[in-house]
């Protein structure tokens, strides 16, 4: 038995097959839960979990994205005028379309940013949000400048409208699992290519990776999760506004996932899910949220170096019972690659 | 003529790490290129895969020019490279090591590379999914050398692949590099302790300040290196 297990982890991953039934698991919350707030905050850490693998599909390349917010943007903008416009509420059409809208502007763009290295990459990222508010706030015809898009119509899937709280929420637990399916795909089937990218680019490419190709895909991939996130945010609130897509968002989908773990596609998960329901908790307190949110980032981060899941991995092969098929990392439950250790 | 080199100019800045260096390997043999620090062998190597751009002079590879290909269809091209310092990717298992040199192979062809490898260097197979950076140094260097021989290259690089480990491993690698002569495989080395690579070469250059002072069969070079203290 563990020999199957064994070989099925070689393939999916470890790490892959948990994030995907973890997340499946947010189908109960609907069901389990009357409360407003838990549905709430459910829904917001779907979204964070969504917008957040981009960033994880990023950091597996070694590169760091300010450009999340941007790429919900598109996603978001897109589907509302589709629906306010053009009448679509079919939600299998606007999910297609909240991920290839960014991911097609993405094709060009990454093409000529992803020969950025460092710092500059991660300026450039930073101001193509920016660049895309300006527009946003430009184009009132288009875009309802300032006041946004609002009274999109309810979408409905096969039929079925999706109207109230719980649906909204099944949904977006759906179009999440959807988001780590598509992340463990390419992060799995990527995995010897990403790797080498992110621990030494230079050695890669002369070993004869074309290296900005495989950083075009992961950039286009992350591109359209995003703006899947966006979709779902927008669905979220029947509103397409621009301060839902500001900038500095982008620091919180940074930080999700650099204290969840970079290591691992769970890393996203339960840094998303920590810091959302935090956050939440820590706003009853008014005045101190900001700060109480401020000093979780910094003990997690001055603790666990590697991120929660990191961390994990690690204290789990220097004092744990030896795992059933191979070292943790061997056996899928960390990316190869990853930096585990601090 | 496998690889012609013709007045090779390299700068770094300001400076001259190449000038005016010429050379030529021919298909099936080993050669080796012998000099003190600093003498321009692995700027010319880095220069021939594609890592630092040549300010002048032309490379030619089985009779096309290299030098305004990108480093990575040049290895695409059949040039294998080890690098100086046994760098592998110290969080990647050793098999994506070795593997990693093949990304253009196909999943079929690149798991017949790693089975032929291991045959090579059972090491390989032993410490297969075990990450490259717990390797020892002499262990590393096996991984790197596998990694370059992993696409079945026509010309290996191979920058000073002896450079500071024990004579057990020096004996492992050369038997290696043998078996890559045996296959008909071109081989262009660097050496500072040349003692061990002369055995391996057929002709060799010695380079001093970035540029060709000698060229000449084995023998010829090692008396010169014997002259110049490199042995």
Redesign the interface.
């Known amino acids: 038995m563990w020999r199957r297990a064994r070989s099925i982890s070689n393939v999916v991953g470890l790490g892959e097959i948990l994030s995907v039934v973890v997340l499946a698991l947010a189908f109960v919350i609907p069901v389990a839960s009357d409360s407003p707030f838990t549905h709430s905050v459910a829904n917001q850490t779907l979204i964070a979990i969504t917008a957040t693998f981009s960033v994880y599909i990023m950091l597996r390349m070694d590169l760091l994205t300010f450009a999340v917010p941007a790429f919900m943007g598109l996603g978001g903008y897109a589907v509302a005028l589709a629906g306010l416009r053009g009448g679509v509420t079919d939600a299998v059409a606007l999910t297609v379309l909240s991920f290839a809208v960014p991911a097609l502007v993405a094709l060009p763009l990454g093409a000529l940013i992803l020969r950025l290295r460092g710092v500059y990459f991660v300026l450039v990222t930073f101001v193509l949000t920016e660049i895309l508010l300006l527009v946003i706030f430009e184009t009132p015809g288009l875009t309802g400048g300032s006041n946004g898009l609002v009274g999109m119509p309810p979408i409905d899937l096969f039929g079925l409208s999706i109207a109230d709280n719980r649906q909204v929420l099944a949904f977006a637990a759906g179009i999440t699992v959807l988001a780590a399916i598509i992340t463990a795909a390419l992060t799995r089937y990527y995995r ?2 990403f ?2 990218i992110e ?2 680019e ?10 900005w190709r495989y950083k075009v895909i992961g950039f286009v991939v992350a591109a359209g999760l995003s703006g899947m996130a966006g979709f779902l945010l927008v669905n979220m609130l029947l509103t397409a506004h621009p301060t839902s897509f500001s900038p500095i968002s982008s620091v919180n989908y940074i930080a999700y996932a650099i204290v969840g773990g970079r290591s691992s596609i769970l890393g996203p998960i339960i840094g998303s899910t920590l810091l959302v329901w935090a956050a939440n908790i820590f706003s009853i307190q008014g005045e101190y949220s900001q700060g109480l949110f401020g000093l979780l980032i910094m003990i997690c981060v001055t603790l666990a170096k590697g991120g929660i899941v990191g961390t994990a991995i690690l204290l789990w092969e220097r004092y744990g019972p030896a795992w059933p098929w ?2 943790a ?2 056996s899928g439950l960390a990316a ?5 250790r601090p | 003529m496998m690889l012609l080199v013709k007045d090779l100019e390299v700068r770094y800045g300001g400076i001259t790490a190449l000038r005016q260096v010429s050379i030529a390997v021919n298909k099936g043999e080993t050669v080796l290129l012998v000099g003190a620090n600093g003498a321009g062998k692995s700027s010319l190597i880095n220069a021939v895969i594609g890592l630092v751009p040549v300010c002048g002079g032309t490379i030619e590879f089985d009779g096309n020019r290299l030098d305004r290909l990108a480093c990575d269809r040049r290895a695409r091209a059949g040039i294998g490279y080890s690098p100086e310092g046994r760098r592998v990717f110290p969080s990647m298992s050793v098999a994506d090591n070795v593997l990693s040199g093949a990304f253009g192979l196909g999943r079929e062809r690149q798991r017949k590379a790693f089975a032929w490898l291991c045959e090579l260097f059972p090491l390989l197979a032993e410490r297969a999914r075990q990450p490259a950076g717990q390797l020892s140094g002499g262990e590393q260097q096996i991984v790197a050398l596998a990694r370059a021989m992993s696409s079945f290259p026509a010309l290996l690089l191979l920058d000073e692949p002896f450079l500071g480990l024990a004579p057990v491993w020096i004996a492992r690698i050369s038997e290696a590099i043998r078996q890559m002569q045996q296959r008909g495989t071109t081989i262009l080395m660097t050496e500072q302790m040349a003692r061990p690579a002369l055995k391996l070469a057929t002709r060799g250059y010695v380079m001093r300040g970035g540029e060709v002072r000698r060229s000449g069969t084995i023998a010829e070079i090692r008396e010169l290196a014997l002259a110049e203290e490199y042995l």
Do not use: I, K
């Open positions: 010897q290519h790797a080498s621990e030494n230079v050695l890669a490419q002369s070993l004869g990776l074309v290296v191979g070292a990392r061997a190869d690659g990853a930096r585990v």
